[in-house]
C-alpha cells in the first residue's frame, strides 16, 4: 500500500481506529495508535519501530514505549474487535482456525521463556510460544484473539519470577486447549459465530477439548 493510498483511506481509517478512544488513558497515547497503524499499512521496505516513526517524524523511543510500557485496556481493544468482526463480518461459512506461534528468544528474563518446541526452527529451542484464534471466510480474515502460554514448572511454580516479568498473579497455567477455549467463549461472548474450527493433533488429541467443543454444540 502506497502512500497515495493510505491518504485515500486515511478518513475512513481514522473514523474506525476513533472508535476504540475510550480504551487509552490519554489521547496523546492513541495518537500513537495512529502512526503505528499507519506504518504497518505504509510501503516502507521494514515495518519495525525505528523506520516507522522515523518516516512519521516520531521519536523511536515514543513508539517503543507505547507498544511495551503505556498502559491501555487490551481487553477492552480485543473484545471491540470481536464485536466488529460479528456486526460486519459474519458469514455462513466463517471458519475459525486454532494455533500457536513461537518465536526464539535468549536468556530467561522475557515472560514465559524456556526451552520447549520452537515451531518457528521445527525442533526445541528456548524460545516463547503463544496461542491464537482466527477467524476467516471467503473474503475476510483476521486475527480475533492471542495468549501467551505460561509454562507450568518454570513459570507458574514460581510466582516470584512471575511477578519480576511483569506476568499478572491472576495469570496461571492452562494447557494450550484450555487456553484455546477460553479464546473461542470469548469471541462467543462478543457475538462471533464459527460454522467449523480448525486445529492440529496438539488440541484434537485433546478428548477434553473436543467433549468441551460438543457440548458447545460447535
Not at 485515500?8 to 500513537?32: A, M, N, V, W
Not at 523506520?51 to 498502559?71: M, N, V, W
Request: net charge negative; charged share 25%; proline share 5%.
Amino acid at each position: 500500500m502506497d502512500a497515495e493510498t493510505i491518504m485515500q483511506i486515511r478518513p475512513e481509517l481514522t473514523r474506525h481506529l476513533d472508535t476504540y478512544d475510550g480504551f487509552f488513558g490519554r489521547s496523546s497515547t492513541r495518537r500513537h495508535m495512529d502512526t503505528y497503524i499507519g506504518g504497518q499499512l505504509s510501503d516502507l521496505d521494514r515495518k519495525s519501530v525505528e523506520p516507522i516513526a522515523d518516516a512519521a517524524g516520531t521519536p523511536p523511543r515514543t513508539l517503543q514505549e507505547f507498544l511495551g510500557l503505556f498502559r491501555w485496556n487490551e481487553s477492552g481493544v480485543r473484545d471491540r474487535v470481536q464485536q466488529q468482526v460479528s456486526q460486519r463480518h459474519s458469514h455462513p461459512h466463517s471458519t475459525g482456525i486454532f494455533d500457536e506461534t513461537s518465536f526464539v528468544k535468549k536468556g530467561d528474563k522475557t515472560a514465559c521463556v524456556q526451552r520447549q518446541h520452537c515451531g518457528a526452527v521445527g525442533k526445541v529451542e528456548n524460545c516463547v510460544v503463544s496461542v491464537h484464534l482466527g477467524y476467516a471466510t471467503p473474503d475476510f480474515h483476521t486475527l480475533l484473539d492471542g495468549d501467551l502460554f505460561l509454562p507450568e514448572e518454570t513459570w507458574d511454580a514460581n510466582r516470584e519470577r512471575c511477578r519480576a516479568a511483569g506476568i499478572p498473579e491472576e495469570i496461571t497455567y492452562r494447557a494450550k486447549w484450555q487456553i484455546a477455549l477460553e479464546q473461542l467463549n470469548r469471541s462467543i461472548a462478543n457475538g462471533v459465530r464459527f460454522n467449523w474450527l480448525t486445529f492440529d493433533e496438539g488440541y484434537g488429541g485433546k478428548p477434553p477439548f473436543l467433549r468441551a467443543l460438543a457440548s458447545l454444540g460447535q
